[in-house]
């Protein structure tokens, strides 16, 4: 296959650069066309010029100025959610694709292994958070085979590796990680935290998920959820179990009283997972980067060779 489709970046801080750099390296199906930033003198933009890639400092303004706007089919948006309406606007009406890596959601919310396949016509996908595509798989994999009555995520991350933008929308990240833990995940109810830890040396990105259930028990949950891990590690090498699945187990002798929920019998069970960065623009503790622009590049892979590419990629 000799055709890719062409695509652009806008925001061209760790996000954006990330991504950039993995459609560069190793994507079969995309091309990058443009990056676009807000800040003449970003790292970002100094990139993509030494690639040889059209930039412009002018955002989603000066990117409808670039002689390849008209040859975009797909636009990634890194920027942040006040600005994503705007952006959006102008990349749907355009008649293109538009990926969502900020909190907005204004399009579907998309998991690639979880319903990756169901948002194909979608004009406008969003990837949730970096701690949903880290969490919510895990959710689902117990919802798989349980009714999750309730799931709650940790999401623990290097300071180092927040940039302006992830610090900009803490509270768009915990409302549409809970959301997308319920309409993604399967829970009932959900509820997300995040923690921006200074450690140094900078820690690898942690999770912690726990899930209440009932309907299945230790070993059918723990079978999906060893089976999820596996899938999400297709496009995230790094990503893997910290230590075995634990199990605690409510009887009506022993009921746990969770606010908002009342009396809950049945099963908790409680996932660590870390996940390293590839390291392709910042280190490998970034993690929370990586699952973010890893999930964004197959979600627009599978969405460009459904709708736009004659043959599929090799």
């Known amino acids: 296959m000799n055709e890719r489709i062409k695509a652009a970046v806008i925001g061209s801080g760790n996000i954006g650069t990330d991504l950039m750099i993995k459609i560069i390296r190793n994507s079969k199906v995309l091309e990058m066309a443009a990056m676009v930033g807000i800040d003449p003198d970003s790292d970002g933009l100094a990139r993509a010029r030494r690639f040889g890639i059209a930039t412009t400092h002018e955002g989603i303004d000066g990117l409808q100025r670039l002689d390849c706007w008209d040859d975009i089919k797909v636009v990634f948006d890194a920027t942040s959610a006040g600005a994503h309406k705007k952006h959006n606007d102008v990349v749907t009406s355009a008649g293109k694709v538009m990926i969502d890596l900020t909190p907005a959601a204004i399009g579907p919310y998309v998991i690639p292994v979880v319903n990756g396949d169901k948002h194909l016509g979608a004009n406008n996908v969003n990837m949730v958070t970096c701690g949903g595509q880290a969490t919510i798989p895990i959710v689902a994999a117990v919802s798989s085979v349980a009714t999750v009555h309730y799931g709650e995520i940790v999401a623990s991350i290097a300071s180092k590796s927040a940039g302006p933008g992830t610090r900009a929308n803490i509270d768009e990240f915990t409302e549409t990680t809970s959301k997308g833990i319920e309409q993604v995940g399967g829970a ?51 990503y893997c179990l910290k230590q075995k699945v634990q199990f605690e187990r409510f009887g009506s002798n022993n009921k746990v009283h969770i606010p908002g929920i009342g009396e809950f019998e049945g099963i908790k069970t409680s996932v660590f997972l870390e996940v390293e960065g590839a390291a392709h623009y910042l280190p490998a503790y970034a993690g929370n980067l990586d699952i973010m622009t890893s999930a964004g590049l197959a979600t627009a892979e599978k969405i460009a060779t459904t709708r736009f590419l004659k043959e599929p990629a090799q």
């Open 188 to 238: 009932a109810k959900g509820k997300a935290i995040i923690v921006l830890n200074p450690a140094e040396p900078p820690m690898i990105m942690r999770d912690t998920v726990f899930t209440l259930s009932s309907g299945a028990d230790e070993a059918t949950i723990e079978a999906a959820i060893l089976t999820m891990v596996e899938k999400v590690k297709s496009y995230v090498p790094g």
